[in-house]
Each structure stands twice: as C-alpha cells, then as structure tokens.
C-alpha cells in the first residue's frame, strides 16, 4: 500500500473531508487556502482564495456543488466548487471553528470559538438555494459550553445536534430550540479535551477522539457509550470506516512537546482498530508529525491522512487488508 503524498499546503492540515461520490478530496490547513483534489490519483484540481487566516474546517454539499469553510478569520464561507469563487461570506466576532452541513444542505451548523469576553457558540444558519438570496442570521445561537467547542454536527433527521470540546463533553441539543437534551456523563466520559468527532456512515453512531489518549464510539440518539479505543499518544483525528468494522485513529503529540522526543522519520502512525473489539489492528506511519486529519472514503477502499508536516497521504487498501480476520 504505497501512498501517494500530496503536497501542496505550507501550513499543517487541519481538516479532511470526500465528497458523497468518492472522487473528490478537500483538504483544510493552517494556510489559509482550502484545496480539492483528484481522491484516486491525488492530482490537485484547485484552491479557494479568500481567508485570511487558518481554515479549520469545511464540508461540501450532498450535490458536491457547494463548499462551506470556517477559519480563524472569524469567517465561514460559502463557495462554488467547480469555479472557486465565493458566493457569501458569514461574518463572527471571533474565529469559526467547525462547520456542517445538515442533510439536504438547508441548514449549516457553525461553532466558533470564545474570543476576548464571548464565551463559544453553536449557530445554524439557512442555506439558500440561490446564493444572491443568501443572508447572514442565524435561526438559532448555542451558548453554554465552557472552552472551545472543537466539533459540532447534525444528529439523525437533522432534530439534533451534537457538540465536543475542551470541556470533554458530549452534548446532544435540539436543533428547532436549543434546549440541551443530553450530556455525557463524568463516568464514560473523556477526562481531557476532545478533539474530533466523526459520524458513522449511516449517522447512527458517532466516534470522538481526544487528548486523553482514546477514542471512544457513542449511539448518537441515546448517547450511550458502546466502545472505547485506548491508544499511546493524545488523539487528533478520528474516522469510521464505511465498509469494514474498522475505526482508524490519529494524533501526537502537542506541537511545543514534539521536539523533546526522539526525531525517527516517520514514526506518526494512524492506527486501525477493530470496531467492535476495540483490538488494534495494525498501523499506517508515514507522517513526520502529529496526524491531525484523518477521512476514509466513502467506498470504504482508500483513506487519507493529514498532517503536521504540511503533506495530505492518499493510501489506497490492499487486497489482503479486505481480509483480515480477528
């Protein structure tokens, strides 16, 4: 399993995401310019200028016409996939962190960080069909949380939403009124930061990884934690594969420690673990630092990583990794 290494971000990669058909991959970085590239041979097809900051995060609409991105320019954009240009621009008083779009693309959640006195916020904001009647109020605002909220996305039927952070807490809110419905509790939670949430393929569980060093996979209607996945390293990225009972996780450690350790190329490894084992399977290393991204592709026959050291990894499965027997 050869990868194929993308190189075109100057800054760490911060965010992964494929498109609903496979075939393409955005990819976020601390450059201030979100790229799309080819997801089978990773030929890069395109950037999206116009942050003036760190881009943390993007998803692109069911119909791969429309890309959302948030950065620490305290913006979110909206913008055309095919031509690059962008069609409106959802301005906050401090950096936009996470971005989702709901199913149907009618809705976007969008987290942003505290700020100066503005403690953080979940808003959802209406995605118009025509971007010139596009506006920028929000339908509903989410405060609450203490410390950043690192990730938020819609639950089944677009009725919830789900948000992780600094707090190390899961919390499950009503997306029509913003009542909170259900938290993790101190027991099965994470005791330090989450980093990263991502959702099954069928949006019926969802997996968080965080600095605590695991990652644990929760029912995303009745919070109920159903596994945990404990590694060596704080955890950045986490993925669930679409095919196979697989999970891979990614991490590091934080940017001011990685000096202290020893410099051996490559050594960052993304770890796949039996999804309901909770056994490590085996490990992909490559990176020269920290994983901070981590995607499979919705056929479940390829995934990427992406890194610290500024480069996206392609790796297209074997095979034999189609067969491996627990």
């Known amino acids: 399993m050869r990868p194929i290494l993308m190189k075109g971000h100057e800054r760490p990669l911060t965010f992964l995401k494929y498109n609903r058909d496979g075939d393409l991959l955005f990819s976020c970085a601390k450059d201030h310019t979100p790229t799309v590239w080819f997801a089978d041979n990773g030929e890069r097809l395109g950037t999206y200028k116009g942050h003036n900051g760190a881009v943390w995060c993007c998803d692109v609409s069911r119909d791969s016409a429309r890309l959302i991105t948030g950065s620490a320019d305290q913006t979110a954009k909206l913008w055309n996939v095919q031509t690059g240009t962008q069609l409106f621009t959802f301005n906050f008083d401090?950096?936009?962190?996470?971005?989702?779009?709901?199913?149907?693309?009618?809705?976007?959640?969008?987290?942003?960080?505290?700020?100066m006195e503005l403690p953080s916020a979940i808003h959802v904001k209406c995605i118009a069909r025509d971007p010139s009647e596009q506006t920028g109020?929000?339908?509903?605002?989410?405060?609450?949380?203490?410390?950043?909220?690192?990730?938020?996305?819609?639950?089944?039927?677009?009725?919830?939403?789900?948000?992780?952070?600094?707090?190390?807490?899961?919390?499950?809110?009503?997306?029509?009124?913003?009542?909170?419905?259900?938290?993790s509790d101190k027991e099965t939670s994470h005791s330090k930061a989450i980093s990263s949430l991502s959702k099954s393929a069928d949006?019926?569980?969802?997996?968080?990884?965080?600095?605590?060093?695991?990652?644990?996979?929760?029912?995303?209607?009745?919070?109920?934690?159903?596994?945990?996945?404990?590694?060596?390293?704080?955890?950045?990225?986490v993925a669930i594969s679409p095919l196979l009972d697989h999970v891979v996780i990614g991490g590091g450690q934080d940017a001011s420690s990685v000096t202290t350790t020893d410099r051996r190329a490559g050594k960052f490894e993304a770890k796949f673990f039996h999804k309901i084992l909770q056994e490590e399977i085996g490990g992909v290393k490559g990176h020269f630092g920290p994983i901070n991204a981590l995607a499979f592709n919705p056929d479940g026959r390829s995934f990427s990583s992406g890194g610290e050291d500024g480069y996206v990894r392609l790796h297209h499965f074997d095979p034999d990794y189609f067969n491996i027997k627990m």
Not at 94 to 113: E, H, M, N, Q, W
């Open 94 to 115: 401090s950096p936009a962190r996470s971005v989702d779009f709901s199913v149907g693309d009618k809705l976007a959640v969008i987290t942003t960080d505290p700020f």
């Open 137 to 183: 109020e929000s339908v509903l605002t989410i405060k609450g949380p203490q410390g950043r909220i690192n990730r938020a996305v819609w639950g089944p039927l677009n009725q919830t939403l789900i948000s992780a952070g600094e707090d190390a807490v899961v919390r499950i809110w009503d997306a029509e009124t913003g009542k909170l419905l259900k938290e």
């Open 203 to 237: 949006g019926s569980h969802f997996l968080t990884g965080s600095l605590d060093k695991s990652a644990k996979l929760w029912d995303i209607r009745t919070l109920t934690l159903i596994k945990t996945y404990v590694t060596e390293r704080p955890v950045n990225a």
